[in-house]
C-alpha cells in the first residue's frame, strides 16, 4: 500500500513537472526542470524493478542536458512569443 502511494505521488509529480516544463518562458529553468522530471523518472523506474532502464534514463538525462546547456550558450536565454 505504501509503495502505491509513493509511485501516485512520483506520478503527479512528473505530470506538474510537465505543465511547468510547457508554461515556463525561461529556456535555463526549461532545462533544470528537465533534469528534475529525468530523476524523477529514474525513481519511478527504480521503484517499478527496472534498474537497468533507469540507469540508461540517468545517463541519457545527463548526456542531453549537458548538450542543451552548451547549446543554450550560443542562443537566447528567453523564448519570444
Excluded at 5 to 17: D, G, K, N, Q, R
Excluded at 35 to 52: E, I, K, Q, R
Amino acid at each position: 500500500m505504501q509503495i502505491l502511494v509513493i509511485e501516485a505521488v512520483l506520478l503527479l509529480f512528473l505530470i506538474a513537472t510537465t505543465i511547468a516544463i510547457i508554461m515556463c518562458r525561461d529556456l535555463l529553468a526549461t532545462i533544470v526542470m528537465f533534469s528534475v522530471f529525468s530523476f524523477c523518472a529514474v525513481l519511478a523506474y527504480l521503484m517499478m524493478g527496472a534498474p537497468d532502464v533507469a540507469f540508461t534514463e540517468a545517463v541519457i538525462s545527463t548526456i542531453s542536458t549537458i548538450f542543451m546547456v552548451a547549446a543554450l550558450r550560443k542562443i537566447s536565454r528567453w523564448c519570444k512569443k
